[in-house]
Each structure stands twice: as C-alpha cells, then as structure tokens.
C-alpha cells in the first residue's frame, strides 16, 4: 500500500494525429489538462463522485475515467477501492484528447494510490478501455501521450508497442478551439475506408521525416513534414475556418499547422514563445472578425506526462 | 576543369522499401556494386563504349547510365563530353537497384571528372532520369541511398527531399537472389490501386517505430519494424520460396527480412556478422534443397555510398 490516501493528478491534454501521424503520433500538452482527486476508501470499486466542468456521467460504467479505473482493478484486483473526483478544463469533443485525459489521470492516481506496482507505460491498455466508451475505438494515440509525455509513436496494437521520443526544447504549440463540438465518431465517418497507394506513401514520407526530425531537432523539416493527406482532406470542411486559419498561422512563422486529433480543434507547431504568440495574435483575430466563439492558447511540450500536483 | 582524365567509380547495390517504407526507405550495401570507368573525350557528349557482365544497350538513349549522364549534360552544359566503360555485377532485374547504381555512377563520375560541381545530393534528380527509363517510375528509392549511403528517406518529390540516417554500426544485411527476372514494371502491377485505410496506418506505425529504431540504434526494434502489410502480401508470390526463405532467416537469427525493392531478391537485417553468417548458411540450404539456383551474400551498410575507386 501507499503513504497517499489521496492524490491529485494533472491529467494533460494531448494533440493526436500530427498530420502525417493519422493514428500513430501525438505529443503531449503542458498548459492545459484536467485535475482529479482520487482517494482510497474501504469499499471496494470506483465511485465517481463530483464533475466540475463538463456535463459528464457520474456513472462509472458510462464515464472514461470509470471504465478505465475498473479496468485496472480488474487487473490489480485490491482490496480497497477508490473515489474520483474530475475537474475538466479540457473540453469534451474538442479534439485534444479530453477523454484520454481523464482515463490517464484515474489509471495513474490509483496506480499511485497502491504503491505503484504498475510502470506508468503500463498502464495505457486500461486508459485504452476509457478511450472505447468515448470514441468506439480501441487507440493509444491521446492515453499514449497522455500518459508518457513528450511525443509518442503507436508502433502498432497487436501487440501493444509504444514509442517515446523528446521534443525539441524550444518547440511551441498554439492551439485554437473553435466551439463547436466534433465527436471522433462523427470525425471518423468523413474518411474514405480505402486510399490511394500514392496517398499512403506521400504521407509515409512525411511521416519518416517528421520522426527524423523529432530526432535531429530540425525544426523547419519538422515544419514542412507536418503535411496530412488522408484526414485533412476530408475533416477541414468540419472546421470552422479551417483553411484561413492554417494560411493565417503560416504567415505568421509557424512551422506548420494541422487538424488536432479529429478536430475541430487547429494546432500549430512553433519554434519559440514569440512565434507562438505571433500564430495566437493572428488567430485570436481571425475568429473574433469572423464572429466565431474559439479558445486559443499556448503550451510547451509537456515532457513528464500524467503527474501529481 | 579536374585534374581527372578518367575516373573509377564504384557503384553499390541498394535495398528499396525495406518492408514498411514501401517507395520511401533505402539502404546501402557495400559488399556488391557495379564498376564504371568514365574518360573525357574532346567530343561532346556521352558515349557506351563497352559493357560487360549484362546484356544490355549501348545505345545511350536506351541505357540508364546514358539516360541518367545526358541529363546531367543537359543541365551543366560542359564544353566535353565522356565515354563510359561498365562492368556490371549487379544483375538487371535482381532487386537490389541494378539500374540505380549505373544512374548514380555515371552521373557522379562526371560531376568528378568536371571538378564536382555539384554536391552528391544535388546529382538525385539527373540518376533518377535513368530510373524512368528502367522502371517507367520516377523514383528516387535506390538512386538516393545510392548517392548518398547509409540509410535514406524519401520524403517527396514535390520538391524532391531526401534525408539520410547512419546505419547502426554493427548492423549486415544478408542477401539472396533467386535467379529469376523480375522487372519494376511487373512487380508493380500486382499491386492494388487503393489500400485499406487500417493497412495504411499499420504501415505507418512501423515505418515510424524503424525510423526511430534507427536513431535510437535499437537492433531488436527495427527488427520489429520491419514489417510489410502494403506490398509483401502480393509480391512474395512472385518470389521462389519466399516464406520459406523468410521463416528459416528469423529462426537463424535474423532481425527483421522482407523483400529488396520489388524483388526477386530477399534481405535480411541481421545484428552483427555471425548473425548474417547463420542466414546466408539457412538460405543456401534451402535453396539448394529446393532446386532453385540462387547466389547469396553479405554485406555491411556501405555509409560512403558511390565512390571513387
């Protein structure tokens, strides 16, 4: 057992995709995430008993955060159970990784909880079964980056394999959310169930490229890797403002812009604070001119992931 | 001008695709290449003079190493122009970048002869002229690790970008060629237009994990990795004894095999020379077990890539 009784965890928000990445990168976020507070109680099992901040389920069966905290006490099997309380600031459905983010956060305040018998690489198969409730899909793509920080490659699922790279230090990411709310379900109906043989390999270069430059910390390959032609093509009419706000972004220095997971949230990868406050200036513009409601902000590459407070 | 008169050029054999960079990885060989010696002549340009070891055209237009150095003219406008001398010792339609390795020599013995004008970098294009005469496809996979050595990306062609990795030090690739022909062209059609997008994306998360493995010197990932769902599928059919040959690698050993660039030879990455011994030992007993007239060899990463003799 642990010397907590209770903990509080940051649970990041995360950017899947990356453009090149569909299904396989992500990069975990530093400026926004939820908080959770997890204790241990003697009755067995999960109880989720407060949500701030979102109009979730209480019920664990219907709640990510739930599903996956029972999952890994199907796994671990303890002898007390544990309470779950959610502060959302990340809002559902805005394509960085809300659900991912509440899953990580309750696999980790309960690993922790018990004295970590659990890796926290362990632990993305549970946060996995939270990310089923909410998108009907079995991915690692939001939990992987959640959970490790920095960027993270889903090497493939069967079986599980996940990658970790650094990001550069000086690498920025601006973020808009445009308010509306895209469901990754509805977000997934949009893409073709076949593609291009030329289409796979376009996008396999820039994949390559972009994991090259990951690793050289070359900024500007980075920039010009972070191309999408599967996904965008189909999912940027879903945007509001989509297209102004990636030429918008260009111009002002980013390195590049894509759909952030399915949307409808854009991000854009910097080099630098002032550069990232230049793509921020421009967009924060861009909507208020255009009379559409959008959050924007800056973050950092978060490097440690799912922590305690 | 150069202080060369004539030049000696060593020409090494590539591996294309590399199983999960299908039309994007390439790597080097440095055990089997083609030697080309090219001579300025007072006469402007290009001139076959001889070929031995293949039957193939002296007609410039009708040779990709004739093809590939007239393009090259064509741009650097020399007041000279060469004759070239080939001795081929990569077979034409082995798999292993015949084609690639005459485009690339001609092309660098010149830029030599012509003071090196040009960096290798920049002689991509005019070798990938000779590519469109051998495959009808304007591909840089086996020109690029050609010129260039070591591992290669491929990461568009529009513009054309191309990325090169440092092989891991100890790593050997262990080669067979089943002796039969067979044309790009061919092993092209087998191929389907469209792929799944699930396909894609698990190409993808290999193709990523292995540019990783190669950054990180991983042996036991890009192992992993090297994984083919896109191309291996339809081609092995065409290749003798491929999931024989396949089988009998990884049981001795080996990290990872697929099928070279479209085959009809099948590479092996091993970790370190004993490794690629006991595939090449496996492989020559299967094949002469089997009947099937087949030449196998090793070789390292040739981190060099075209070079003077």
């Known amino acids: 057992m642990s010397k907590f009784e209770e ?50 389920s209480l019920e664990v069966e219907q709640n990510v955060a739930g599903v996956a905290a029972v999952s890994l006490l199907n796994f671990l099997k303890p002898k007390v159970g544990f309470e779950i309380e959610i502060d959302k600031k990340i809002k559902p459905g805005s394509g960085i990784g809300s659900s991912a983010a509440s899953a990580a956060g309750a696999v980790y305040g309960i690993n922790k909880l018990l004295g970590t018998p659990l890796h926290r690489r362990d632990l993305i198969p549970f946060a996995m079964q939270g990310e089923v409730l909410a998108s009907k899909a079995f991915h690692a793509d939001n939990v992987a980056p959640a959970l490790l920080g920095g960027f993270t490659i889903v090497k493939g699922y069967h079986p599980l394999e996940v990658l970790r790279i650094d990001a550069p230090d000086d690498l920025y990411v601006t973020l808009v959310h445009p308010k509306i709310e895209l469901r990754t379900a509805d977000s997934r109906v949009v893409l073709p169930a076949q593609l291009p043989l030329k289409t796979a390999v376009q996008q396999s270069g820039n ?36 297209s102004l706000a990636k030429s918008e972004a260009l111009k002002s220095g980013a390195l590049g812009v894509g759909i952030s997971g399915s949307g409808p949230s854009i991000y854009a990868l910097c080099e630098g604070k002032a550069s990232a406050q230049e793509v921020s200036r421009a967009w924060k513009l861009s909507y208020i001119l255009n009379n559409i409601e959008a959050d924007v902000f800056i973050s950092q590459v978060n490097a440690k992931g799912t922590e305690l407070i």
């Open 7 to 56: 903990v509080q965890v940051f649970c990041p928000a995360t950017v899947a995709n990356l453009s090149c990445g569909f299904d396989v990168l992500g990069l975990c976020l530093k400026g926004v995430g939820d908080e959770m507070t997890i204790r241990i109680t003697d009755e067995p099992g999960v109880r989720i008993k407060r949500i701030s901040g979102a109009d979730l």
């Open 207 to 242: 994949l390559a490229a972009f994991v090259h430059a990951l690793h050289t910390k070359d900024y500007l390959l980075l920039g010009r890797a972070t191309k999408d032609v599967i996904a965008e093509p189909h999912r940027e009419k879903l945007i509001p403002l989509f």
